[in-house]
């Protein structure tokens, strides 16, 4: 098992920036995909990237390029950049493993138009 404990959330102004940060209780060298979903109020909770232990990585279609994630497994963090932000953005932030199968308590990201 991992606990995650997310962290970087805020209130930003329509395209300014985000840096969030997840921190896994174990060494992460092992878990083959960290990844962060969203969840905006009154809808389901969606991707929005993952990256895998070779460092592939996947994102949610609906982002065009304004986000990057990375891990650092020697600091079992993995890190989502958000820049150029939209009120759409809005959302609690999860962090996410799988294997082992992990969801963080989640941090708030809001965006002003």
């Known amino acids: 098992q991992v606990q995650l404990v997310e962290s970087g959330g805020g209130l930003v102004q329509a395209g300014g920036s985000l840096t969030l940060s997840c921190a896994a209780s174990?060494?992460?060298?092992?878990?083959?995909?960290m990844g962060w979903y969203r969840q905006a109020p009154g809808k389901q909770r969606e991707l929005v990237a993952e990256?895998?232990?070779?460092?592939?990585?996947t994102y949610a279609d609906s982002l065009q390029g304004r986000f990057t994630i990375s891990r650092d497994n020697t600091k079992n963090t993995v890190i989502l950049q958000m820049n150029s932000l939209k009120p759409e953005d809005t959302a609690v932030y999860y962090c996410?493993?799988?294997?082992?199968?992990?969801w963080g308590q989640g941090t708030q990201v809001t965006v002003s138009s």
């Open positions: 996410h493993t799988r294997p082992p199968y992990s």
């Open positions: 174990r060494s992460i060298f092992s878990i083959n995909i």
């Open positions: 990256i895998t232990t070779t460092g592939s990585r």
